[in-house]
């Protein structure tokens, strides 16, 4: 049994159709809801997930509190997203706050402070794997976009269709710099 939430009304829509293709309406679920106040009604969890949705909770001790009240005692919470690596350079900042902006995050942590959270909220550490080798960097098309940012970043992006794109090319080139990193971190909830 599972229940998935998700702010997005498309990611819905296209999960149910998914589920119910499947067959597995009487057992799988998707809400549109906020992840970080999920609804009355969701039961408590032996697993639960957040992949790239961490990073835009409005508060991530608030959302280590929720975790700590859905997931039962010896269950495990999974956390696939970016983390901030040691940097301090202007340059750096610089690339972090044009990801930030570009793509609407929360908050970006280090590791150390999502353990900190974490152990806060009655979770253990029990590893994080860095992904960050196996994203496929320097594709053509992160070219070409480094490309439209290098010729057309200096217009005022923020709020139109393209700022994601300054958001993109920011985050990559912190990937590649080693200024972020693209994490799975593995917690278990104390008894």
């Known amino acids: 049994h599972g229940v998935g939430?998700?702010?997005?009304?498309?990611?819905?829509?296209?999960a149910r159709r998914r589920i119910d293709a499947q067959g597995l309406a009487d057992r799988l679920q998707c809400l549109e809801a906020d992840f970080s106040r999920p609804p009355d009604g969701v039961p408590p969890?032996?697993?639960?997930?957040?992949?790239?949705?961490f990073v835009h909770a409005p508060d991530p001790a608030a959302f280590?509190?929720?975790?700590?009240?859905?997931?039962?005692?010896?269950?495990?919470?999974?956390?696939?997203?970016?983390?901030?690596?040691?940097?301090?350079?202007?340059k750096a900042s610089g690339a972090v706050e044009r990801f930030r902006q570009g793509w609407h995050l929360n908050s970006?942590?280090?590791?150390?402070?999502?353990?900190?959270l974490a152990d806060a909220a009655g979770f253990d550490h029990e590893r994080t794997d860095d992904?960050?080798?196996?994203?496929?960097l320097g594709r053509p098309r992160d070219r070409l976009i480094a490309l439209f940012i290098a010729l057309f970043g200096w217009?005022?992006?923020?709020?139109?269709?393209?700022?994601?794109l300054v958001g993109g090319n920011a985050l990559h080139t912190c990937l590649s710099k080693g200024w972020i990193g693209y994490d799975l971190a593995y917690f278990r909830r104390r008894a």
């Open 155 to 164: 217009l005022p992006l923020d709020g139109t269709r393209a700022g994601h």
């Open 108 to 116: 970006l942590i280090d590791r150390a402070e999502l353990g900190r």
């Open 45 to 53: 969890v032996d697993l639960a997930y957040a992949i790239e949705s």
């Open 64 to 90: 280590f509190a929720t975790c700590a009240r859905l997931v039962r005692p010896g269950g495990q919470l999974l956390i696939c997203d970016d983390f901030r690596r040691p940097a301090s350079s202007a």
């Open 131 to 136: 992904l960050t080798p196996h994203l496929r």
């Open 5 to 14: 939430l998700t702010v997005s009304p498309v990611q819905v829509d296209h």
